[in-house]
Every structure is written in C-alpha cells, then in structure tokens.
C-alpha cells in the first residue's frame, strides 16, 4: 500500500470515527437514545436600568452533591454603564429556605460601602457565596454550623429555594437612589 493511499485510508477512518462519535454524543438523526441532558433552573429580575438572573446548572441535585449555582448582574440602561456603591462584599448575596421545613440560612453583609462600576458589555458573574450566622441554643444550630463550615454548597434531601438579592445604591454610598432585586428559584435535592 503507498504513502498517499495509507494517508487517505487513515483520513477517511478519522473523519468515520469522528461522524459515529458525533452521532453517538448527539442522538443524532438515526439514533432513538433520548437526550440525558439536564434541565437547568434559571429565575431573573430587573427594573429600568439592572437584571440579575440566577442560575442552576440543574433542577435536580443528590444530596451531598456540590451545587453550582451563579447570579449575574447586568447593567441594561441607558449608556455604556453605570457607578455604583455597595456592601464591601458586593451587591449580591444569597439566602437559602427549605421548602415544608424550619432549616433557613439567612445572608449577613458588611455595613461598609465602596464604590463599583459596571459595563453594559461586562456583568457581574458571582458564583454561590456561603454567609449568614447563628445563636447558639437555636434549633438548627448544628445544620448552620456545618452548612457554613462547609466551603462547598450541598445540601441534604428536600425542596430548597435559594435567592440571590441585589442591593446598590447610585451613583454613591451617600445612598441617593436604593436599587434592590429579588430572584429565587427552586432545587430539588434527593
């Protein structure tokens, strides 16, 4: 067999190779397997000028399982982008509340200000941030202690509903107009 006929007879094996992967990955057009992807939850807010969206990789988590979940801020007003102040630990926070339970993780931010700004092109991406507190005594004192322990986000069996909040003030920390959105989806953990 020659050089130019072994080159054509390994091309003609990769780019087969590479159609069968495809069409395996995709359940392409001859393929009856359904598609496992996962549905994703997604939730949004937003006035005049700002959207947050909060989003989940899935709907469906196994409890002990990391989470992803982000919010990201966008500035959708007028102009290529606005100044800001907030918390020193920026405009989002998060709050988790298991649905039909008592367990509630409340977020806590700093009551410092600085200024920020943001770009129409360039939002703010925050993935999943752990804060909040307890007194000790307090019912679900052990779950708080080891869910803010604990750097990863997961979650034992049941509904939960995880908000993102959004709260800035413009164009400064002088507090001369509050801005505050609210988005909150639902996670089913088994």
């Excluded at 939850?41 to 709907?59: I, M, N």
């Excluded at 196994?62 to 500035?75: N, W």
Aim: proline share 7%; charged share 20%; glycine share 8%.
């Amino acid at each position: 067999m020659s050089i130019r006929r072994r080159a054509i007879t390994a091309a003609t094996l990769l780019v087969t190779t590479a159609l069968v992967g495809a069409c395996s990955r995709t359940g392409g057009p001859a393929s009856d397997v359904p598609s496992a992807a996962p549905a994703t939850a997604h939730a949004d807010a937003h006035d005049d000028r700002f959207e947050l969206v909060l989003e989940s990789t899935k709907v469906r988590w196994s409890a002990g399982e990391p989470i992803d979940l982000r919010a990201t801020l966008r500035y959708i007003g007028a102009g290529s982008g606005v100044d800001y102040a907030a918390s020193g630990g920026g405009p989002i926070a998060f709050s988790l509340r298991e649905i039909g339970g008592t367990r509630v993780v409340e977020y806590v931010r700093t009551a410092d200000c600085r200024p920020y700004t943001i770009a129409t092109d360039e939002p703010l991406v925050v993935p999943y941030q752990k804060s909040g507190g307890f007194s000790p005594g307090e019912p679900n004192e052990a779950f708080l202690r080891a869910f803010l322990a604990d750097p990863v986000l997961s979650l034992p069996a049941g509904s939960w509903e995880v908000t993102a909040d959004m709260e800035l003030y413009v164009p400064t920390c002088e507090r001369d107009t509050d801005v505050r959105l609210s988005a909150a989806l639902t996670l089913i953990v088994e």
